[in-house]
């Protein structure tokens, strides 16, 4: 999950394996909630997001869950490849503005 | 589409110097965004335009930096004088309206260490 300070919290994983990626959001209000990908170098690339009047979505190779019960937000990423390695980044939006609360990140590191 | 295009890739300056770094939105994008990221800090973001126009800027640290857009295709933003605490990652983002579509597409970013 998200935490503050110098140093993100890190997952690693097996190549094959799938992985899960956890965010605890902060605001209840809010209605949009979306995960970028990070890799070294490169700025964020979005991944997937989704609206609080769904609680599930899919994309490729993809998931994400929306718990708005415990305000809490997952992606899935199965069969995680080598390629898969980065900063994984949620952020949400609560107001009817453009102005998205990042979290600080989690690292994923993907051993072959 | 060529995304977002910024530069310089890399700024090395020293204190008290200006700095200017540069972004072009991809096309028919309606929405600019300027974001800088530290390992302390994570993404902030510092301000963003709708339409070449400001909305927010609150998240512009000093009156040390200041961002414009004279038209749809270009935006910029300046930090005079740099102070060594500004070295960090500068990155524009650029989304379009459409569609209820919030979508950010990031640039590659500016390096700028301050010496």
């Known amino acids: 999950g998200e935490s503050v300070g110098l140093h993100l919290p890190t997952l690693s994983v097996q190549e094959g394996d799938n992985s899960i990626i956890n965010c605890a959001y902060s605001?209840?209000?809010?209605?949009?909630f979306i995960w970028y990908k990070q890799e070294s170098g490169k700025g964020p690339q979005f991944i997937i997001d989704i609206r609080s009047n769904m609680d599930k979505r899919q994309g490729q190779r993809v998931t994400v869950l929306l718990n708005k019960t415990v305000k809490h937000l997952s992606l899935q990423i199965a069969a995680t490849q080598p390629g898969d390695s980065a900063v994984y980044f949620c952020?949400?939006?609560?107001?009817?503005?453009?102005?998205?609360?990042w979290g600080l990140g989690t690292s994923l590191a993907v051993n072959p | 589409d060529a995304g977002v295009i910024q530069s310089p890739r890399h700024e090395v300056t020293e204190m008290g110097q200006e700095v200017t770094l540069r972004c072009k939105p991809i096309s028919g994008h309606d929405y600019l965004f300027w974001y800088r990221q530290t390992m302390m800090r994570g993404l902030e973001l510092l301000i963003y335009?709708?339409?070449?126009?400001?909305?927010?800027d609150s998240g512009m640290p000093e009156d040390r930096f200041s961002a414009k857009m004279p038209n749809a295709s270009f935006s910029t933003l300046k930090i005079q004088p740099s102070e060594p605490r500004d070295s960090a990652v500068y990155f524009c983002a650029s989304s379009r309206s459409q569609g209820g579509d919030e979508k950010l597409f990031f640039g590659s970013g500016t390096q700028l260490s301050v010496l």
């Open positions: 952020a949400e939006n609560a107001g009817n503005n453009r102005k998205l609360i």
């Open positions: 335009f709708n339409n070449n126009v400001p909305i927010d």
């Open positions: 605001n209840s209000a809010s209605d949009y």
